[in-house]
């Protein structure tokens, strides 16, 4: 048995990266991709337009705010998610370069695929500004989600998910600001582990049915199966500083 197991640890499927991306284009997806088309629209519009001083730019600052966007997920098993996306978040910042993002997204709330926990409802992110000026910022963020508060405070929680990317916000005037923001989409420790379980429980069940020629499809899902950039939350908001 042990040498079984070894020998189904050591097999690999055979995976095509470009294709994960093409679940995006489902119907699902297109509402947000419209709204995601518009908001980027208006970035650009407000940067060409000039620079403006916003009260976000200070010492100490806080702003909330509002998004809109999509998200997309591929699992392991070729299946893919998209839905639309939307949030109000609260976000403080410090000394310029610091910040702390708490937010609350009403409609998409838990998003899964194959059992594995990609996002949810309650999201709170730390933030580091790179390009800290005036006219605008560009920050990178890393975080975790849940299902609860309780679940906000540990990384292994059932309803965990992570994510990390950057975004950029624009101001355009002395209060709001315009954003836009990628975040690729980890699932959480737990629902990973009970991925990993499950498979292994099934790649047993078909050698014990099959015998060794069920070696030849059995797949054992590695690391890239987990953190891809397949699985991406984009979206465009505004926000005021107060």
């Known amino acids: 048995m042990y040498t079984t197991l070894r020998t189904i640890g050591t097999t690999r499927k055979s995976s095509s990266g470009p294709h994960a991306l ?7 997806f297109t509402r947000a991709a419209f709204s995601l088309v518009f908001a980027i629209s208006l970035v650009v519009a407000a940067a060409a337009a000039g620079p403006a001083r ?12 509002t998004t809109l966007g999509g998200s997309h997920v591929a699992a392991p098993s070729g299946r ?21 993002d708490f937010a609350y997204a009403p409609i998409d709330g838990s998003t899964r695929a194959d059992g594995l926990v990609f996002g949810n409802a309650l999201r709170l992110s730390a933030l580091l ?6 006219w605008v910022q560009i920050y990178g963020k890393v975080g975790l989600e849940a299902d609860d508060f309780a679940g906000l405070f ?29 975040l690729m989409l980890i699932p959480g420790v737990a629902s990973v582990e009970n991925h990993v379980g499950a498979s292994v429980e099934e790649q047993i069940a078909r050698v014990r049915t099959a015998g060794e020629a069920a070696l030849a ?18 979206t465009a908001g505004v926000r005021y500083y107060f």
């Open 217 to 234: 499809e059995s797949a054992i899902p590695e690391v890239s199966d987990y953190v891809s950039g397949a699985n991406f939350r984009l």
């Open 22 to 28: 093409t679940g995006a284009l489902q119907p699902g």
């Open 80 to 100: 893919t998610e998209s839905s639309f996306s939307s949030e109000l978040s609260l976000r403080m910042r410090a000394v310029y370069v610091l910040g702390l």
């Open 54 to 65: 916003a009260d976000n730019y200070q010492l100490f600052s806080a702003g909330v705010g």
């Open 129 to 134: 500004y790179v390009v800290p000026t005036e």
């Open 154 to 182: 540990t990384i292994e929680d059932n309803s965990n998910a992570y994510h990390a990317g950057g975004g950029m916000e624009v101001p355009v005037t002395d209060n709001w600001v315009l954003s836009l923001e990628f």
